[in-house]
């Protein structure tokens, strides 16, 4: 079964600094998908970035990049430049590719981030 | 583009009553889930949809709960009946499946908070 872990409960950054969020992952699969999404108190679910397992360049989306080492089994989401609308709970989620494209989502019990002006 | 809806947004009942939610995906995806979000957790998939066949309902309690995507489209959820440890918020999400890309990504809805008393 694949699990995932998020060791922190909770952080807070002062705008405009820079964030790092953890995440860890358990699997015997070679490839595999790992997202972050994030949920801010409105509660709608949002992708932030997705990584997939083969590619070995890290992924990043604007101010949002990750660092990636699958061998570690490492998934982390630094964020730059944090703005006041980056507060929200963050979720890391791996998905094992399925023959159609489609599979589940195996979540962490998300880091809620407060970014302070 | 229209994102994923559901309905209702909250519902309150009392133990023992029948709650159903709605949701309509992403025009074009062929992949809908349901997940249960308890408080402070990340959502745990209940039910995945190809279509309108249910390909994987491995975690979704039978005895109580019922799902359906006649038409494959738009689905329903439903509880009968519920209990007070069902109070927690029902993502709905879907993804494009078997076409397009990226194909594994989901697209979340905003949720229905269930509040069982």
């Known amino acids: 079964a694949q699990t995932v872990t998020q060791s922190q409960p909770e952080m807070s950054v002062q705008e405009a600094e820079t964030v790092t969020l953890s995440c860890t992952y358990d699997?015997?699969?070679?490839?595999?998908?790992l997202f972050w999404y994030k949920q801010p108190p409105s509660r709608q679910m949002i992708l932030v970035i997705r990584q997939e397992a083969y590619k070995q360049q890290n992924a990043t989306e604007n101010r949002f990049s990750v660092n990636f080492q699958k061998a570690a089994k490492s998934f982390s989401l630094k964020i730059s430049d944090s703005q006041l609308g980056d507060t929200a709970m963050y979720f890391c989620?791996?998905?094992?590719?399925?023959?159609?494209?489609?599979?589940?989502?195996?979540f962490g019990t998300g880091t809620r981030l407060t970014v302070i002006p | 583009e229209a994102g994923v809806v559901q309905s209702p947004r909250y519902k309150i009942i009392e133990k023992k009553q029948p709650v159903a939610f709605w949701c309509n995906p992403i025009?074009?995806?062929?992949?809908l889930y349901w997940y249960l979000q308890n408080l402070g957790q990340g959502p745990e998939l209940l039910i995945r949809?190809?279509?309108?066949?249910?390909?994987?309902d491995s975690q979704l309690p039978k005895d109580r709960f019922s799902a359906e995507r006649l038409k494959g489209v738009d689905s329903t959820l439903k509880i009968q009946p519920a209990e007070l440890g069902d109070s927690a918020v029902y993502l709905c999400a879907s993804s494009l499946g078997q076409s397009g890309a990226p194909r594994e990504t989901q697209y979340f809805g905003p949720g229905t908070r269930l509040l069982v008393l």
């Open positions: 989620a791996f998905m094992k590719p399925h023959q159609t494209g489609a599979n589940n989502l195996f």
């Open positions: 949809y190809e279509n309108e066949e249910a390909v994987d």
């Open positions: 699997t015997s699969e070679n490839n595999y998908y």
């Open positions: 025009s074009g995806h062929n992949t």
